[in-house]
């Protein structure tokens, strides 16, 4: 199975920046798709980002262009990089470990989530 490690999370102001990290370990499968959930209080948790291994990304609407995420193949670790934050990206942010499916359509694979970070933006 995957674990994971997340680290990043903290309390900015309006317009600041902070940079999530999540370090995977365990079936590399199974974490050859990688992403960062978000959930707020009172609403459903969201995916803001994910990254293959080959460096497929996808990004939220409300994130893309302020937000970057990257991944270390090595480390098999993947940031989130957020600039111009905002307060409505104040949640709790997670991290997410699935296959790829266009590289493994057969393979199956448990959903691992890490502890989740808390984000805090401040007006």
């Known amino acids: 199975q995957v674990q994971l490690v997340e680290s990043g999370g903290g309390l900015v102001q309006t317009g600041g920046s902070l940079r999530l990290s999540c370090a995977a370990s365990g079936d590399t499968i199974c974490s050859s798709a990688m992403g960062w959930y978000r959930q707020a209080p009172g609403k459903e948790r969201e995916l803001v980002a994910a990254?293959?291994?080959?460096?497929?990304?996808y990004y939220a609407a409300p994130v893309k262009d302020r937000f970057a995420i990257s991944r270390d193949n090595a480390k098999n670790t993947v940031y989130l990089g957020m600039s111009s934050l905002k307060p409505e990206d104040t949640a709790i942010y997670y991290c997410?470990?699935?296959?790829?499916?266009?590289?493994?359509?057969?393979?199956?694979?448990?959903?691992?989530w890490g502890q989740g970070t808390q984000v805090t933006v401040s007006s």
């Open positions: 990254i293959t291994s080959n460096g497929r990304t």
């Open positions: 997410n470990a699935d296959r790829d499916p266009q590289v493994y359509s057969y393979y199956k694979c448990p959903q691992s």
